[in-house]
């Protein structure tokens, strides 16, 4: 009854005060939020362009549409993505892309580099197909399904995946430590990646991201920040086998340790400039 007495325009006024109230009290209040944000707008940007994406399916430049949509949210965020390296970019051929696995924020990651690569997919897992509208979009901008509980299907994806990165010079990208890892140090790498970076006797092409400080979800904070992306070197698979694949995992593993060690730092020092030069200062 006392809402109905308020006016409409007072009582959002009011709401939309209370919100950023608590947005600036509260940093938990302020993760939620956030997050809930990137959710809902993912979602979003992800589905709105299905109708024109089904005038070509499977097309990877559908995904381009989605990108700038996440890029957009990236913005609203208050995150910015700096990309280095592009002279390492491979040319005239298909390669594996392998990226560090921080967050679900990965996905705006994914958004900056895909106009810069071009032919980019994703191998997901077939589940993922069956979330509607979201795995219709995932299918018509080209992403590959894997079964993952049955073996021989999988092995058959494996080697039809290499097969388009030869003769369509796609670039697949895949999170080699294969779940999200915020700590310091990468996980250990699964070998699906370099399983079909040799079968398609391409290169793999490391891509590190420095570490999200601006993110912690043990302590639901969520704030603005910069961030690097740094595309490395690629590293051929020419003539090699099965057998190579350990100390292929192991070449691509240190080079990416060793930048994100570096980029890291980078970003957490000019954070640390930033908070200083702001700082009031006394008298």
Not at 40 to 53: D, E, G, N, R
Not at 81 to 107: F, M, P, T, Y
Not at 145 to 160: G, P, Y
Not at 171 to 178: D, K, Q, S
């Amino acid at each position: 009854m006392l809402a109905m007495m308020i006016p409409t325009e007072v009582l959002g006024g009011g709401i939309l005060l209370l919100l950023v109230i608590l947005l600036s009290a509260s940093h938990v209040v302020r993760y939620c939020v956030k997050f809930t944000v990137f959710i809902l707008l993912s979602t979003v940007a992800a589905t709105a362009f299905i109708p024109l994406m089904l005038l070509k399916p499977c097309d990877y430049r559908n995904a381009l549409l989605p990108a700038w949509g996440a890029r957009q949210i990236s913005k609203l965020l208050g995150l910015k993505w700096k990309v280095r390296g592009l002279e390492n970019v491979v040319k005239d051929s298909g390669c594996v892309v392998i990226i560090n696995h921080q967050s679900a924020l990965d996905l705006l990651v994914l958004a900056e580099i895909w106009p810069l690569m071009e032919r980019c997919t994703v191998i997901a897992k077939r589940e993922v197909f069956f979330f509607w509208p979201f795995g219709l979009a995932c299918w018509l901008w080209g992403t590959i399904f894997i079964d993952r509980l049955n073996v021989e299907k999988a092995i058959t994806t494996v080697n039809k995946t290499g097969e388009t990165i030869r003769s369509k010079k796609a670039r697949v990208c895949m999170f080699p430590e294969g779940t999200r890892n915020s700590e310091t140090e990468m996980l250990p790498f699964k070998k699906g990646a370099f399983h079909i970076a040799i079968a398609s006797q391409t290169y793999v092409q490391p891509v590190v991201v420095s570490r999200y400080y601006f993110l912690d979800a043990k302590r639901h904070i969520f704030n603005t920040g910069e961030n690097v992306i740094s595309i490395l070197p690629a590293i051929s698979t020419k003539n090699m086998q099965r057998d190579d694949i350990e100390s292929l995992m192991q070449k691509a593993r240190n080079s990416m340790t060793t930048e994100i060690a570096k980029i890291s730092e980078e970003v957490t020092q000019r954070k640390s400039e930033i908070h200083v030069n702001s700082s009031p200062k006394s008298d």
